[in-house]
């Protein structure tokens, strides 16, 4: 654990402050988690206690502390990266100690790969025990077969997304140099990669009709629309349309559903989740990779200043 000790010493403040809010909010996810069952109990009752009603708002009877904990997860799993990944070479840059520190390390590369890969192992810890916390929170809400959701932020698929963060922060400090510059563009690009990282999905796995058990079975909906009843596909104002004359016909009674139009979900089912998993691990992965290659090219021709 030498490697753990010197890199705390060489980034005392970014490893302190990436753990105190990491292990914090685990610490919320674990007791919310154990808490959950009991709160349900208390909820699933003919007359309930006043703060379900509220409570269910914020998808959880757990209420604003099950907010805070998902508000948290998802600027945590890109802040921490952040935090940890910037400072890498900025700190040496402007420290002006990188023109000792490499020639010590037998070259660059070397001192690259023992100084980012001290980082990454922090970093996947911390951001490790946060995922293991936001699945267990995911589990005891809404049971054992969870599909898709909660996706993005937990589990693997949380770590992923923090991986990619946290090299392309020590790419970007290495290319910028200057730890607050770096910070607000490194923002920025947490925003603009958490919006591409969104949008990828479902990574070349074909979305197909959903039926009304899969519907419910929290599964990744990439489409909808409207089947009216005689199977035929419509638009939304066809629907719309279809329905006000069948409501107008039968007022005041309620038309049979026979002659309503009905929706129609288009995605992927949970029970494909680790398949989409799969494959979005590998596309994070490879911009991984690459992210960590850009970085290596930049600090192996960078001027230690």
């Not at 010493?9 to 610490?27: D, F, I, K, P």
């Not at 910037?86 to 001192?111: D, H």
């Not at 992927?268 to 596309?283: F, N, P, Q, T």
């Amino acid at each position: 654990m030498t490697w753990a000790r010197l890199a705390f010493r060489l980034q005392r403040s970014s490893v302190g402050s990436a753990a105190l809010v990491s292990l914090g909010l685990a610490a919320l996810g674990a007791w919310l988690a154990l808490s959950l069952p009991s709160m349900l109990a208390r909820c699933d009752v003919p007359n309930p206690v006043d703060q379900c009603g509220t409570v269910y708002l914020f998808g959880s009877p757990m209420g604003d502390p099950a907010l805070l904990f998902n508000l948290g997860i998802g600027v945590a799993m890109y802040a921490v990266p952040i935090v940890l990944g910037v400072p890498l070479v900025t700190s040496e840059v402007e420290r002006r100690t990188a023109m000792i520190a490499w020639p010590l390390a037998g070259s660059r590369l070397k001192w690259l790969a023992w100084r980012g890969g001290s980082v990454l192992v922090i970093g996947l810890v911390l951001t490790g025990v946060m995922a293991l916390a936001a699945e267990a929170l995911v589990r005891a809400n809404v049971g054992s077969d969870i599909g898709f959701a909660s996706h993005g932020a937990r589990g693997i698929s949380l770590l992923t997304r923090a991986a990619l963060m946290l090299v392309v922060a020590v790419a970007l400090g290495a290319v910028i140099g200057r730890l607050l510059p770096s910070l607000l563009v490194g923002i920025a690009l947490a925003a603009g990669i958490s919006i591409v990282v969104q949008a990828l999905p479902p990574y070349g796995v074909e979305p197909s009709e959903l039926t009304a058990a899969e519907a419910i079975r929290y599964p990744m909906t990439t489409g909808h629309a409207y089947r009216a009843p005689d199977g035929t596909l419509i638009s939304e104002d066809e629907a719309n349309a279809i329905s006000i004359a069948a409501y107008a016909e039968y007022s005041p009674e309620f038309p049979p559903d026979s002659i309503l139009p009905t929706d129609v979900s288009y995605g992927i089912a949970g029970s494909r989740y680790h398949e989409v998993l799969a494959r979005e691990s590998a596309v994070l992965i490879g911009a991984t990779v690459v992210a960590g290659g850009v970085a290596a090219f930049v600090v192996s021709r960078r001027r230690p200043e």
